[in-house]
């Protein structure tokens, strides 16, 4: 993802808890951002057209750290989720360090349980 322009630091737009209907349209299954949005018009589109795209099951967004994959990934979410009727989630991997539960944090975020 390309730095943001000079002219795109001067767009810089707060991002403020959504308003009651939409946070209820939205859930507990996306944090609200707490921080300002550097407006990224092009990454945002593109990954929303992947995200939406048919038979697309997983986007990855890679980078260093501190580029901001995880603000562009919420605000995907959050512009994308009238497109998924059964919600959007946002699952957090870090603190899984065994692969092996991967699949269970994701299952257990998004609620479902385990029958016996």
């Known amino acids: 993802?390309?730095?943001?322009?000079?002219?795109?630091?001067?767009?810089?737009?707060?991002?403020?808890?959504a308003p009651f209907p939409d946070r209820e349209r939205l859930g507990p299954y996306l944090p609200v951002a707490l921080t300002s949005f550097v407006v990224r018009e092009r990454e945002i589109e593109t990954t929303e057209a992947l995200v939406c795209?048919?038979?697309?099951?997983?986007?990855?967004?890679?980078?260093?750290?501190?580029?901001?994959?995880?603000?562009?990934?919420?605000?995907?979410?959050?512009?994308?989720a009238d497109e998924f009727p059964d919600g959007v989630w946002f699952v957090v991997p870090a603190p899984v360090?065994?692969?092996?539960?991967?699949?269970?944090?994701?299952?257990?975020?998004v609620g479902l349980r385990r029958r016996p």
């Open 53 to 80: 795209r048919a038979g697309v099951r997983l986007v990855t967004l890679i980078g260093p750290g501190g580029v901001g994959k995880t603000r562009l990934a919420i605000q995907v979410a959050e512009e994308a």
């Open 1 to 17: 993802m390309a730095d943001p322009t000079p002219a795109d630091r001067t767009r810089i737009h707060p991002v403020l808890p």
């Open 97 to 109: 360090r065994d692969p092996v539960l991967v699949a269970a944090t994701i299952a257990e975020t």
